[in-house]
T-cell receptor
């Protein structure tokens, strides 16, 4: 595997379910990110991790819970989601966590909340 | 706070025609500018970036962009479009200093290519 991978690629869940999204980067980077991409809206940065420490949380509801066990893996745990949470969730990584550094994106997980 | 405007939501061109996608940014200091492309069902792929130096930047797939500070613009160009260029294009500006991951994206421009 190369670059940034995400699993699953598609996920359908009910509002009472608990699921997790997984991201893995094979680039040796130290920073990882979660973004939300909704229809007709710009990409929204959700979380930033630097060396497994969360350094940014952009006012994301607590029903989204990120986890970064090491610098190569990032999870987004989901519980009691709402239909408006349906979106494409993108993971990205960069060498350092600054906005000036190039971010490399995974293919995304298409989430549908029923 | 920084912002990015992509004035064109949707652009249609014929294969072989030239292309220019517009991007205007607002940022108080020297901007770090990026263009990404997203094919349907895929993540974002970096086309090119501008940090400093030569204001004409070359990228992958035959794309280039020109940074014009006086116009706060970073327009993307390609001299001859191929059908495989049909995708959505995003301009983004990164904050300098220690703003964690602060990459602000525009709304995107959808490119349709007619044969």
């Amino acid at each position: 595997e190369t670059g940034v991978t995400q699993t699953p690629r598609h996920l359908v869940m009910g509002m009472t379910n608990k699921k997790s999204l997984k991201c893995e980067q094979h680039l040796g980077h130290n920073a990882m990110y979660w973004y939300k991409q909704s229809a007709k809206k710009p990409l929204e940065l959700m979380f930033v991790y630097s060396l497994e420490e969360r350094v940014e949380n952009n006012s994301v509801p607590s029903r989204f819970s990120p986890e970064c066990p090491n610098s190569s893996h990032l999870f987004l745990h989901l519980h009691t989601l709402q239909p408006e949470d349906s979106a494409l969730y993108l993971c990205a990584s960069s060498q350092v966590p600054w906005g000036t550094d190039t971010q490399y994106f995974g293919p995304g997980t298409r989430l549908t909340v029923l | 706070a920084q912002s990015v405007t992509q004035p064109d939501i949707h652009i249609t061109v014929s294969e072989g025609a030239s292309l220019e996608l517009r991007c205007n940014y607002s940022y108080g200091a020297t901007p770090y500018l990026f263009w990404y492309v997203q094919s349907p069902g895929q993540g974002l792929q970096l086309l090119l970036k501008y940090f400093s130096g030569d204001t004409l930047v070359q990228g992958i797939k035959g794309f280039e962009a020109e940074f014009k500070r006086s116009q706060s613009s970073f327009n993307l160009r390609k001299p001859s479009v191929h059908w495989s260029d049909a995708a959505e294009y995003f301009c983004a500006v990164g904050a300098g200093g220690t703003s964690y991951g602060k990459l602000t994206f525009g709304q995107g421009t959808i490119l349709t290519v007619h044969p």
